[in-house]
């Protein structure tokens, strides 16, 4: 199976700052990576599939980067509503293993 | 409005058997593949099974193969998750989730709200 880890697990931060989360591969998954915003009490919502493509209805702050075995999810600038569990997932292969999440809180 | 709705989720005995259902609406049902995922209390998520289209290519997480069953009624609008041989591990709110793709892995862009399955004695 290909597994996934998340970098930082948790990250403090403040309205209006650049935030960065890396997801790496434990082998080359091509541009097969998504990524998700979860808030508590809520079901998970796509932000970014094949690893950069914008899912509909999703604000232009949130970019996805990366090929292979490493990539980033970045927030140009963090709204209130952005404060957040964010999840990458790896759909090159079955099983479509999710990373253990980064949490992002207020600082 | 797209829309998936998990139902059948309680509270059952280690060993017995429980099956989830979800209910499509919204969309073409049966141009999608489909997924089960899980998340245990506090956890992160866990993607359980997930079926095509057609039924033709079927998957599992190896914590639920040969005690879980996926399948979907394209007539209904339906899909299902008959889980057998519960385990306190197994208690989680378990996801219905749309993928992008008929057949192949794309990403999951449209999920419900979760059903609770707990399994205690």
């Known amino acids: 199976d290909i597994q996934l880890t998340q970098s930082p697990s948790f990250l403090s931060a403040s309205v209006g700052d650049r935030v960065t989360i890396t997801c790496r591969a434990s082998?080359?998954?091509?541009?097969?990576l998504a990524w998700y915003q979860q808030k508590p009490g809520k079901a998970p919502k796509l932000l970014i599939y094949?690893?950069?493509t914008l899912q509909s209805g999703v604000p232009s702050r949130f970019s996805g980067s990366g090929s292979g075995t490493e990539f980033t999810l970045t927030i140009s600038s963090l709204q209130p509503e952005d404060f957040a569990t964010y999840y990458c997932?790896?759909?090159?292969?079955?099983?479509?293993?999710f990373g253990p999440g980064t949490k992002v809180d207020i600082k | 409005e797209v829309q998936l709705v998990e139902s059948g989720g309680g509270l059952v005995q280690p060993g017995r058997s429980l099956r989830l259902s979800c209910a499509a609406s919204?969309?073409?049902?049966?141009?999608?593949?489909m997924h089960w995922v899980r998340q245990a209390p506090g956890k992160g998520l866990e993607w359980v099974s997930g079926?095509?289209?057609?039924?033709?290519?079927?998957g599992y997480a190896d914590s639920v193969k040969g005690r879980f069953t996926i399948s979907r009624d394209n007539a209904k609008n339906s899909l299902y998750l008959q889980m057998n041989s519960l385990r306190a591990e197994d208690t989680a709110l378990y996801y219905c989730?749309?993928?992008?793709?008929?057949?192949?892995?794309?990403?999951?862009?449209?999920w419900g709200q979760g059903t609770m399955v707990t399994v205690s004695s």
């Open positions: 989730a749309k993928d992008l793709g008929s057949v192949e892995l794309r990403a999951f862009d449209i």
């Open positions: 919204g969309f073409t049902f049966d141009d999608y593949a």
């Open positions: 079926i095509s289209w057609n039924s033709g290519s079927i």
């Open positions: 082998q080359g998954i091509s541009s097969y």
């Open positions: 094949a690893a950069s």
């Open positions: 997932q790896q759909l090159n292969s079955y099983p479509p293993l």
